[in-house]
Nanobody, 125 residues
Framework: QPRLVESGGGLIQPGGSLRLSCEAS????????IAWFRQAPGKEREGVSC????????TYEDSVKGRFTISRDNAKNTVYLQLNNLKPEDSAVYYC??????????????????WGQGTQVTISS
């Protein structure tokens, strides 16, 4: 059974940085695109970033461009999301997701079949 596990969340002050990790087990993450989503209380889940299996293509939601960076280490079966210059509005549970097939980098929930349990990111002074 494919499994994704996120880690790296926490409480941090505005302007700070975090690195989130998404580690896969039960399947080779290296052959799939991976996306990060986030969901804040009372809001819909939104796509943040995605990366194709080759890492040639990445996509970012407009509000995180220039601040977040997605990367992958296929040898470690892990995808990372570097979060810099964090703002209070970035506070949310962050999830990584993988599709059952394909290599399209899409920021829509319905494109993904496997989800992690999420990691909480809270930005507060």
């Amino acid at each position: 059974q494919p499994r994704l596990v996120e880690s790296g969340g926490g409480l941090i002050q505005p302007g700070g940085s975090l690195r989130l990790s998404c580690e896969a087990s039960g399947f080779r993450l290296s052959i799939y695109p991976i996306a990060w989503f986030r969901q804040a209380p009372g809001k819909e889940r939104e796509g943040v970033s995605c990366i194709t299996y080759s890492a040639r293509n990445t996509t970012y939601e407009d509000s995180v461009k220039g601040r977040f960076t997605i990367s992958r280490d296929n040898a470690k079966n892990t995808v990372y999301l570097q979060l810099n210059n964090l703002k209070p509005e970035d506070s949310a549970v962050y999830y990584c997701a993988a599709p059952a097939f394909g290599d399209e980098c899409l920021l829509v929930s319905r494109a993904y079949d496997y989800w992690g349990q999420g990691t909480q990111v809270t930005i507060s002074s």
